[in-house]
Nanobody, 121 residues
Framework: VQLQASGGGLVQAGGSLRLSCVAS????????IGWFRQASGKEREFVAA????????YIADFMKGRITISRDVTKNTVYLQMSTLIPEDTAVYYC???????????????WGQGTQVTVSS
């Protein structure tokens, strides 16, 4: 599975961005797409995940109310709509394909290249 993340950029605090993750294929084994982020000098952290089949979502507590994750199965694409962005959201955002809709990175075995999100104050 190949993943292509895009949509990052520079935005002012309070602004919005929509990230996209296009997958080369969907399989029953890798049934979920997760988004993670890693800020400079910090550990990678889970943001949100969604299943291809039912569209069931799981969002990290610190992001609830500020993001929406969705998928378009006809385009093999998962979207991460982020709003009310703050400087602390600055990070490289990665999408990954995995076996389950989980916050645990070890369940994801295919990763995209990442897209940079920079939020200015």
């Amino acid at each position: 599975v190949q993943l292509q993340a895009s949509g990052g950029g520079l935005v002012q605090a309070g602004g919005s961005l929509r990230l996209s993750c296009v997958a080369s294929e969907r399989t029953s084994i890798r049934s979920a797409i997760g988004w993670f982020r890693q800020a400079s000098g910090k550990e990678r952290e889970f943001v949100a995940a969604i299943t291809w089949g039912t569209g069931s979502t799981y969002i990290a507590d610190f992001m609830k109310g500020r993001i929406t994750i969705s998928r378009d199965v006809t385009k093999n694409t998962v979207y991460l709509q982020m709003s009310t962005l703050i400087p602390e959201d600055t990070a490289v955002y990665y999408c990954a394909a995995g076996k389950a809709r989980t916050e645990r990175a070890e369940f994801y075995d295919y990763w995209g290249q990442g897209t940079q999100v920079t939020v200015s104050s």
